[in-house]
Protein backbone atom coordinates (compact mmCIF):
# COMPACT_ATOMS: atom_id res chain seq x y z
CA UNK A 1 0.00 0.00 0.00
CA UNK A 2 1.34 3.36 -0.82
CA UNK A 3 0.83 6.68 1.04
CA UNK A 4 0.52 9.71 -0.78
CA UNK A 5 0.25 13.02 0.92
CA UNK A 6 -2.26 15.51 -0.87
CA UNK A 7 -1.91 18.76 -0.78
CA UNK A 8 -5.36 20.42 -2.07
CA UNK A 9 -3.45 24.11 -2.08
CA UNK A 10 -1.20 23.60 -4.32
CA UNK A 11 -3.45 23.31 -7.26
CA UNK A 12 -4.06 26.86 -6.91
CA UNK A 13 -0.53 27.89 -6.91
CA UNK A 14 0.35 26.63 -10.32
CA UNK A 15 -3.45 28.15 -11.48
CA UNK A 16 -1.70 31.48 -9.86
CA UNK A 17 1.39 31.41 -11.61
CA UNK A 18 -0.20 30.46 -14.95
CA UNK A 19 -2.14 33.34 -14.59
CA UNK A 20 0.51 35.67 -13.47
CA UNK A 21 2.92 33.99 -16.54
CA UNK A 22 -0.04 34.85 -19.28
CA UNK A 23 -0.75 38.31 -17.95
CA UNK A 24 2.66 39.59 -16.51
CA UNK A 25 5.14 38.46 -19.27
CA UNK A 26 2.99 39.45 -22.45
CA UNK A 27 2.07 43.19 -20.37
CA UNK A 28 6.42 43.22 -19.35
CA UNK A 29 7.49 42.54 -23.01
CA UNK A 30 5.16 45.45 -23.62
CA UNK A 31 7.11 47.68 -21.71
CA UNK A 32 10.35 46.67 -22.87
CA UNK A 33 9.15 47.22 -26.67
CA UNK A 34 7.68 50.61 -25.41
CA UNK A 35 11.19 51.53 -23.98
CA UNK A 36 9.53 51.87 -20.33
CA UNK A 37 11.83 49.57 -18.79
CA UNK A 38 15.46 49.87 -20.44
CA UNK A 39 17.78 46.71 -19.46
CA UNK A 40 20.28 47.42 -16.29
CA UNK A 41 22.97 45.01 -16.72
CA UNK A 42 24.03 43.49 -13.14
CA UNK A 43 26.99 45.08 -11.13
CA UNK A 44 28.50 43.96 -8.38
CA UNK A 45 31.04 46.16 -6.20
CA UNK A 46 33.69 45.63 -4.38
CA UNK A 47 35.94 48.27 -2.27
CA UNK A 48 39.05 47.22 -1.40
CA UNK A 49 41.98 49.96 0.52
CA UNK A 50 43.26 51.23 -2.50
CA UNK A 51 40.61 51.14 -4.98
CA UNK A 52 37.40 49.79 -5.56
CA UNK A 53 36.38 47.05 -8.39
CA UNK A 54 32.81 46.89 -10.42
CA UNK A 55 32.30 43.73 -12.07
CA UNK A 56 29.05 44.38 -14.99
CA UNK A 57 27.63 41.03 -16.50
CA UNK A 58 27.41 41.94 -20.07
CA UNK A 59 27.21 38.14 -21.77
CA UNK A 60 26.40 38.32 -25.56
CA UNK A 61 27.97 41.36 -26.38
CA UNK A 62 31.95 41.95 -27.86
CA UNK A 63 34.33 44.63 -26.79
CA UNK A 64 33.49 46.42 -29.70
CA UNK A 65 30.04 46.81 -28.86
CA UNK A 66 30.75 48.87 -25.33
CA UNK A 67 31.61 52.15 -25.20
CA UNK A 68 32.94 53.70 -21.96
CA UNK A 69 32.68 57.24 -21.09
CA UNK A 70 34.43 59.60 -18.38
CA UNK A 71 32.02 62.63 -18.24
CA UNK A 72 33.12 65.22 -15.29
CA UNK A 73 32.48 63.02 -12.13
CA UNK A 74 30.05 60.32 -14.18
CA UNK A 75 30.70 57.05 -15.21
CA UNK A 76 28.94 56.58 -18.47
CA UNK A 77 29.01 52.43 -19.60
CA UNK A 78 26.93 51.84 -22.57
CA UNK A 79 26.59 48.75 -25.29
CA UNK A 80 24.43 48.73 -28.16
CA UNK A 81 23.74 45.14 -29.37
CA UNK A 82 23.64 44.42 -33.24
CA UNK A 83 19.96 43.45 -34.54
CA UNK A 84 21.58 40.60 -36.27
CA UNK A 85 17.82 39.30 -37.99
CA UNK A 86 17.59 36.66 -40.39
CA UNK A 87 14.00 37.34 -42.58
CA UNK A 88 14.47 33.38 -43.21
CA UNK A 89 14.40 31.99 -40.05
CA UNK A 90 11.33 31.67 -38.16
CA UNK A 91 11.64 31.52 -34.20
CA UNK A 92 9.53 29.36 -32.23
CA UNK A 93 11.23 30.37 -28.83
CA UNK A 94 13.05 33.54 -27.55
CA UNK A 95 14.03 33.58 -24.15
CA UNK A 96 16.78 36.23 -24.24
CA UNK A 97 17.79 39.05 -26.45
CA UNK A 98 20.77 41.41 -26.32
CA UNK A 99 19.28 44.92 -25.34
CA UNK A 100 20.91 48.47 -25.46
CA UNK A 101 22.03 49.50 -22.07
CA UNK A 102 23.52 52.60 -20.61
CA UNK A 103 24.85 52.34 -16.96
CA UNK A 104 25.46 55.57 -15.23
CA UNK A 105 28.16 55.53 -12.18
CA UNK A 106 28.31 58.86 -9.92
CA UNK A 107 31.95 59.19 -9.16
CA UNK A 108 33.28 60.40 -5.21
CA UNK A 109 35.92 63.01 -4.90
CA UNK A 110 38.24 60.12 -3.67
CA UNK A 111 38.71 58.35 -7.19
CA UNK A 112 41.36 59.11 -9.10
CA UNK A 113 39.87 59.67 -12.42
CA UNK A 114 42.91 59.55 -14.52
CA UNK A 115 43.75 56.17 -13.23
CA UNK A 116 40.37 54.19 -14.18
CA UNK A 117 40.90 50.87 -16.07
CA UNK A 118 38.41 48.74 -17.88
CA UNK A 119 39.39 44.90 -19.20
CA UNK A 120 36.68 42.54 -20.31
CA UNK A 121 36.61 38.91 -20.48
CA UNK A 122 34.25 36.19 -20.71
CA UNK A 123 31.77 38.81 -20.53
CA UNK A 124 32.36 39.94 -17.77
CA UNK A 125 33.07 43.79 -18.05
CA UNK A 126 35.70 44.80 -14.35
CA UNK A 127 36.38 48.69 -14.04
CA UNK A 128 39.14 49.24 -11.64
CA UNK A 129 38.85 52.74 -9.82
CA UNK A 130 41.83 53.75 -8.02
CA UNK A 131 41.47 55.69 -4.99
CA UNK A 132 43.64 58.63 -4.87
CA UNK A 133 46.71 59.12 -2.43
CA UNK A 134 46.06 61.28 0.27
CA UNK A 135 48.54 63.75 0.91
CA UNK A 136 50.03 62.84 3.78
CA UNK A 137 51.14 66.21 5.79
CA UNK A 138 54.37 67.78 5.69
CA UNK A 139 56.01 67.07 9.32
CA UNK A 140 59.14 69.11 9.63
CA UNK A 141 60.97 71.60 12.39
CA UNK A 142 61.21 74.89 11.62
CA UNK A 143 64.08 76.79 12.66
CA UNK A 144 63.84 80.08 13.81
CA UNK A 145 66.29 82.48 12.80
Same mark, same amino acid.
Given at each position: +?? *? ?7 ? !? ?42 ? +??? @? ?11 ? #? ?7 ? /? @????? @? ?7 ? !????? !????? #? *? ?6 ? /??? @? ?5 ? *?????? #? ?14
Amino acid at each position: +MK *LVTANPVSG !FYAIDRLLNDLFADSTHQDRIAKNEIRFQPPVNVYEYEDFIKAE +MQI @AGFRKEQVQIVLD #KNELVVRAE /A @ANESD @ADVKSSRIQ !FRNRD !FEKRF #K *LSDEIDQE /AIQ @AAFENGI *LTLTLP #KRQEQKPIVRNIEIA
